[in-house]
């Protein structure tokens, strides 16, 4: 009797210590959050880079500010700086970053297509820390308010700098016409050239494509797009495009166009997933969303996209080129949307179509993070393949959380000394991009052992 009460004791302190060690699903000691107060869009990138044992990241406050952040792995410091008070209460709104070659950070942020708080005219705004590796302060907020012509402001920034062309600066964004478009800048922004609209359709002016932009950093940009949201687009396919040394090109090397013969036509482009070509095989239109793009250690292009063939179902899905055609594969289910709204027979979804988010390891393009329902709770998963997307191991970063983990995003540049490699959104409430209280979390890796 006394061996069996012994040993019901150890059994209960263990499960009572794993009970203490989880606290609204995090590990202690393993998960780390970033802010108490954030939010963030998937279409303006990079979120969160890393550099020199810190993170740097940003996001939108409950109340519209832009805050950007810093987290110290060795000290555990983390940093916050309120950029623009009550600037956009939109978590479109997420401020965009890149590292210069003197170390220094630059940020960029705009208002969904409209003005800031007390602004006079919707602007991309920028500034650059004052000094190297450093957020304390900043230099004076500069706007960058020349559009192409059309109704709307300025959406979603996602800035690219290339080593190759003198450390030109790109930078992307939804333009008032709602097409993909695009300035540049050779001096760091003290001046920047004439937008430019990079893609549009001549058969169907109304498309409006939703864009992932990235770069290896030194003289390609990567981009991969749709005909357009998702619920206006029954048949919603996605679309890739390459630019190198003032050309634009399909995976397979195909040129499309060049910066000369700018808007580049949406259906020259190269299809990855043929939305129309699928109804033709099943008579079940099947749209998708694009959520992110790279290339591996090869050069070659990946990217991870949506399905949503309901929208109660949504399916998470790899593509990658492997030098003669486009593997395609399915990585998870992705459940149903996420936003947690009144349930009223009178209140429809308003955005059925935000799946928890799928997104790339830049550094390692064979591993993916996303985000999927466990029961009715979304929690942030790893996946790892080894034959080009056909099989996945996956892995839970996230368990037994009480409310949602979705829009991971993976930091750029952490490699193997970075104890965290990716970010996410935890919500206290989601209703809207514009009524929202979240938190950005991280997964802290444990120490390896000397």
């Not at 000290?75 to 997420?94: C, G, R, S, W, Y």
């Not at 929208?311 to 593509?319: G, L, P």
């Not at 209703?431 to 950005?440: D, L, M, N, S």
């Amino acid at each position: 009797m006394k061996l069996y009460a012994i040993v019901v004791f150890l059994l209960f302190f263990n499960l009572k210590s794993k009970a203490q060690e989880v606290e609204n699903g995090y590990r202690s000691g393993r998960y780390q959050t970033f802010s108490k107060d954030g939010a963030w869009c998937w279409f303006s990138d990079p979120r969160a880079v890393y550099l020199n044992g810190k993170i740097y990241s940003g996001w939108v406050a409950a109340d519209g500010s832009i805050v950007v952040g810093s987290y110290d792995q060795e000290t555990a410091e983390i940093k916050q700086v309120n950029l623009f008070p009550t600037f956009n209460k939109d978590d479109h709104a997420n401020p965009t970053f890149l590292i210069l070659p003197d170390k220094r950070i630059m940020v960029f942020f705009s208002a969904h297509n409209g003005k800031g708080f007390g602004e006079e005219k919707p602007a991309i705004f920028y500034t650059t820390s004052k000094k190297p590796e450093d957020i304390s302060e900043w230099e004076t907020l500069q706007r960058k308010t020349e559009n192409v012509e059309g109704p709307k402001g300025f959406c979603y920034t996602n800035p690219v700098m290339l080593s190759a062309e003198n450390n030109r600066i790109y930078i992307f964004w939804r333009g008032g016409d709602w097409k993909p478009t695009f300035s540049y800048t050779d001096d760091f922004g003290v001046t920047w050239s004439q937008p430019f609209t990079l893609v549009k359709s001549s058969l169907n002016e109304g498309k409006r494509p939703y864009v992932k932009v990235s770069s290896n950093g030194k003289d390609e940009i990567y981009f991969a797009f749709t005909d357009g949201h998702p619920g206006n687009e029954p048949l919603n396919s996605i679309y890739y495009l390459k630019y190198r040394v003032g050309k634009f090109y399909k995976a397979d090397g195909t040129v499309v166009g060049s910066m000369h013969s700018l808007p580049l036509e949406h259906e020259d482009c190269d299809i990855v997933y043929d939305a129309n070509q699928a109804f033709k095989v099943s008579r079940n239109g099947v749209r998708s969303w694009i959520w992110d793009v790279s290339s591996d250690k090869s050069g070659n292009p990946v990217l991870v996209y949506t399905r949503l063939p309901a929208e109660t179902k949504h399916e998470y899905y790899y593509a990658k080129w492997n030098g003669d055609t486009w593997l395609d594969y399915k990585i998870s289910s992705a459940g149903s949307f996420f936003p947690r709204y009144p349930k009223t027979k009178e209140m429809q979804e308003p955005e059925p179509h935000y799946s928890g988010g799928v997104y790339l390891d830049h550094e390692n393009t064979n591993v993916v993070y996303y985000s999927r329902p466990i029961g009715d709770i979304f929690e942030i998963f790893k996946a790892e393949t080894k034959d080009a997307g056909a099989t996945w191991v996956e892995v839970s970063i996230t368990s037994n959380s009480t409310k949602d983990n979705v829009r991971p995003f993976a930091i750029r540049g952490a490699g193997d000394d970075a104890k965290a490699q990716v970010l996410w959104m935890y919500n206290d409430q989601y209703t809207h991009y514009k009524e929202f209280k979240a938190r950005i979390k991280m997964d802290l890796l444990e120490k390896k052992k000397e």
